[in-house]
């Protein structure tokens, strides 16, 4: 998959819940005083054409040639959102999650409505198994984007993966609404419809009972 250099494409660490919280509190002031729409001024058309060169060694799967083209075109546009996004989703394909983390936190501070980069902040937060971030992140995406199928899998997957299955059906009923084909989301579904059925067993430590 190519880099998600488009809000309706894709979104994805500041390492804790509350700097989490902290980031997603502080974004609606970001977007008064910076403006929804900086970065569509100050992409120049050598950025843009780096930029693209990135994103075909991205389909191609050539990593190293679009880390190369993503930073060369930022020489020319540091603050051009699509730019930073792209290079954070390149950073995250190599498995450099902290490198990714950065873009995307910059990418949102510059673009405080730019829907891709929450996207892959919570992708990049899920990576490091941090679920409660990628909730946060994930439910940023829906503020912006209501309708997202895939933002509402994403979402119901990591409300799951924290034990919050009421929760986790519910979102996961809106994806396979919005999109009733997604084979992804009625598997989730179904994985989650089970377990609250049959919840996992609490252990506890040998000769101990379990506390009601």
């Known amino acids: 998959m190519g880099p ?51 994103e075909t ?16 075109a930022l020489r020319y546009s540091p603050k051009a959102v699509p730019i930073h996004n792209a290079l954070g989703e390149a950073y995250l394909a190599s498995g450099e999650v902290d490198k990714a983390v950065v873009e995307f936190r910059i990418a949102i501070a ?26 946060s992140f994930y439910e940023g995406t829906l503020r912006l984007e209501p309708e997202w199928p895939g933002a509402h899998l994403a979402l119901g997957r990591a409300l799951r993966l924290q034990g919050k299955l009421s929760e986790s059906k519910k979102e ?27 919840p996992p067993e609490i252990k506890t430590p040998e000769g101990q009972r379990p506390t009601s």
């Open 110 to 135: 510059l673009g405080p409505r730019f829907t891709a980069a929450y996207w892959n902040m919570g992708r990049a937060l899920e990576r490091r198994k941090d679920f409660v971030g990628a909730q």
């Open 172 to 198: 996961l009923e809106k994806a396979l609404a919005a999109d009733p084909d997604s084979r992804e989301a009625r598997d989730q579904l179904d994985l989650t419809e089970r377990m609250l059925k049959h």
């Open 4 to 54: 998600c250099t488009h809000q309706r494409l894709c979104v994805g660490l500041m390492g804790t819940a509350a700097r989490v919280t902290w980031v997603l509190l502080l974004f609606p002031v970001l977007a008064v005083s910076q403006g929804t729409g900086e970065w569509d001024r100050v992409m120049s058309p050598a950025a843009e054409d780096h930029l693209r060169l990135g």
């Open 57 to 72: 060694a991205m389909q191609r799967r050539d990593l190293p040639t679009a880390l190369r083209e993503f930073r060369v």
